[in-house]
Nanobody
Framework: QLQLVESGGGMVQTGGSLRLSCSVA????????IGWFRQAPGSERPGIAC????????DYVNSVSDRITVSRDPAKNAVYLQMSDLKAEDTGDYYCAAEVLPAHVQRICIPPQPIYWGHWGQGTQVTVSS
């Protein structure tokens, strides 16, 4: 059973930085695409970015592309979302999700809609305040 655990959330001031972690256990990490999602209060849970099994980053939201870094560490079965220049609108619960990506799929990732992702963490809360 694949298990994902997010960590690293908290309260940060506007303009600050934060690194979220997603630890993966119980599955074959190298076969997985990992996606990051943000859910603001009362809103849906759109995807932010995906990192493929071949370490290719796919951005789902262009407005944050220059403020995020997504990386994966196979040695630790972990994926990270580094966010900088944080804004109030970045506030929300952040989730990582996983889905198996076929080995021959190199240039694209799982679609950003949550329905396409089968495995989820419990989320970590990020609050950006001025």
């Amino acid at each position: 059973q694949l298990q994902l655990v997010e960590s690293g959330g908290g309260m940060v001031q506007t303009g600050g930085s934060l690194r979220l972690s997603c630890s993966v256990a119980g599955g074959s990490f190298e076969d997985l695409a990992i996606g990051w999602f943000r859910q603001a209060p009362g809103s849906e849970r759109p995807g932010i970015a995906c990192i493929t099994r071949s370490d290719r980053r796919i951005d789902y939201v262009n407005s944050v592309s220059d403020r995020i870094t997504v990386s994966r560490d196979p040695a630790k079965n972990a994926v990270y979302l580094q966010m900088s220049d944080l804004k109030a609108e970045d506030t929300g619960d952040y989730y990582c999700a996983a889905e198996v990506l076929p080995a021959h799929v190199q240039r694209i990732c799982i679609p950003p809609q949550p329905i396409y992702w089968g495995h989820w963490g419990q989320g970590t809360q990020v609050t950006v305040s001025s």
